[in-house]
C-alpha cells in the first residue's frame, strides 16, 4: 500500500472512472449498434484485379477506375 | 544535465498552457453560444489538432516522472483528487469529440461535456498553480495536508482567472483561424475576456499582498523581475491594438506573450525551488545515471521529433478554417 494513499481517496478515484467509463462505454457500444442496425448505406467498392492482401498498396494506383466502376 | 531536464520541463509545461489553453478555452466559449453554425466552426478550429495538445501534459507528467521523481511524489499525493476530476474532464471532452455527430437527440450531453470538461480541467489546473504559490504542507518530503488540502479562496480565485486566461487565448485562436461570425463574435469577447483577467490579477496581487506570501518578498529582492510585467503591459497594448484594426493574426501570440511572461514570472521568482520553499531543483533531481539514461533516448532524439511533429501538424493545419456544412 502507498503510504500517503489513504482508502477514502483511492474509493473516490475508482469510483469516479467507474462512472465516467460506464457512461462512455454505453453510448458507445449504442452508437456502434446503431451503426450495425443502419447497415451498409452503398455497395462496396470492388476490389482492383491486380489487389491482394498481401499487397496492400497496389490498390493505390487503381483508386479512379474502382470509384468510377463503382458508380461513383 | 539538470539543466537540460529542467529545459525540458519548462518547455513542455508552457508548451501545455499556450496549445491545450486555446482549446480548452474554445470549449468554454462554445458552452456560452447555442448557435449551431458557430458551435460548428469552433469545432472545426480545433477538432484536427487538440489530441496533440494533450501529448504535451503527458509530457510534462512522464519528465516529471522520470526526472524529478521526488517532486512526482510529493505532487500526486497532494492533488491526488483535483487530478482525477481533471483527467475525467478530460476524457468527458475527448469523447465528446468523438461522438457529438453521432448523436441526434442526445447531441446536448456532448456539448455539455465539451463545455463542462474543457471548464473543469481549466479550474483545476489554474487551482494547482495557485495552492503551489500558495505553499502546501509537506513534512520530510511527504504531503501532510490531507485530501482537500489544496484547497483554498486564493487557490479558487487562481481557477476562475485561469478560465478567463484561457478563454482569451480560445477567442484569439478563432479570429485568426475563422471568419464571419465566429470571428466577429471572438473580437467582441476579447475586451470582456480581458478585462475579466485584469480585475482577476489585481485581486491575486492584492490578495499576495494583504497575505503577504513569500512570493512578495522575492519581488522586492529581485526587482528585474519587473521585465515580465512589462513585457506583459506592452503585449497587452499591442494586443489592444489589433484589435482594434482587426488584425487576425497578432491577437493570438500578444496573449501568448502574457502567458509567457507569467510563466516567467512564476518560474524565476521561485528559482531555484521547484515546489516553492519545500524542494530546490537540484534536491528533485534524479540521480544522474537517470538523467543521462533519459537523455540518449527520450532527450535528444523523441523530444525533439515530437517538437517537429508538432510544428508539421500545425503547418498542416495552417490558415483559415474553410466553412463546412453542417452535419
Not at chain 2, 11 to 20: C, H, R
Not at chain 2, 93 to 104: P, W
Not at chain 2, 182 to 203: D, E, H, N, T
Amino acid at each position: 500500500m502507498t503510504p500517503f494513499l489513504t482508502a477514502q481517496a483511492a474509493a473516490i478515484s475508482l469510483v469516479i472512472f467507474g462512472i465516467i467509463y460506464t457512461f462512455i462505454f454505453a453510448f458507445g457500444i449504442f452508437y456502434i449498434y446503431r451503426l450495425l442496425r443502419t447497415g451498409l448505406v452503398r455497395p462496396m467498392l470492388k476490389p482492383a484485379s491486380a489487389a491482394v492482401p498481401n499487397r496492400p498498396l497496389s490498390l493505390a494506383g487503381e483508386d479512379a477506375s474502382v470509384l468510377a466502376e463503382a458508380g461513383e | 544535465m539538470i539543466m537540460y531536464w529542467v529545459s525540458l520541463l519548462a518547455i513542455s509545461i508552457l508548451l501545455y498552457v499556450l496549445l491545450d489553453g486555446f482549446d480548452l478555452g474554445i470549449g468554454i466559449l462554445f458552452g456560452l453560444t447555442r448557435d449551431e453554425a458557430r458551435r460548428h466552426a469552433m469545432w472545426g478550429a480545433v477538432a484536427p489538432i487538440w489530441d496533440g495538445n494533450e501529448t504535451w501534459l503527458v509530457v510534462t507528467a512522464v519528465i516529471l516522472w522520470g526526472a524529478f521523481p521526488a517532486v512526482y511524489a510529493m505532487l500526486l499525493p497532494a492533488f491526488y483528487l483535483p487530478l482525477v476530476v481533471m483527467l475525467s474532464a478530460l476524457i468527458l471532452r475527448g469523447v465528446a469529440f468523438e461522438f457529438r455527430y453521432k448523436a441526434e437527440r442526445m447531441r446536448w450531453i456532448w456539448d455539455f461535456s465539451f463545455f463542462g470538461g474543457s471548464l473543469v480541467a481549466t479550474f483545476v489546473q489554474g487551482m494547482t498553480v495557485g495552492a503551489l504559490v500558495e505553499g502546501l504542507p509537506f513534512t520530510n518530503g511527504q504531503y501532510t495536508g490531507g485530501d482537500f488540502g489544496w484547497f483554498s479562496p486564493f487557490a479558487a480565485l487562481c481557477g476562475i482567472g485561469l478560465c478567463f486566461g484561457y478563454a482569451l487565448l480560445g477567442a484569439c485562436w478563432l479570429v485568426r483561424k475563422c471568419d464571419g461570425d465566429v470571428k466577429a463574435a471572438a473580437y467582441r469577447q476579447v475586451p470582456y475576456l480581458s478585462i475579466g483577467l485584469l480585475i482577476f490579477l489585481v485581486i491575486v496581487f492584492s490578495f499576495a499582498l494583504a497575505e503577504n506570501l513569500q512570493i512578495m518578498h522575492r519581488w522586492i529582492e529581485r526587482p528585474y523581475l519587473f521585465i515580465f510585467p512589462a513585457i506583459a503591459a506592452l503585449a497587452a497594448i499591442v494586443l489592444a491594438v489589433s484589435v482594434e484594426r482587426h488584425r487576425d493574426g497578432l491577437p493570438f501570440y500578444m496573449v501568448a506573450l502574457i502567458f509567457l511572461s507569467a510563466f516567467g514570472t512564476l518560474a524565476i521568482s521561485f528559482w531555484p525551488y521547484m515546489i516553492p520553499y519545500v524542494i530546490t531543483v537540484e534536491e528533485a533531481a534524479a540521480p544522474h545515471s537517470s538523467l543521462a539514461f533519459m537523455f540518449w533516448g527520450e532527450g535528444i532524439f523523441v523530444y525533439p521529433l515530437m517538437l517537429i511533429y508538432t510544428v508539421i501538424s500545425y503547418r498542416v493545419f495552417r490558415g483559415k478554417v474553410r466553412a463546412t456544412p453542417v452535419h
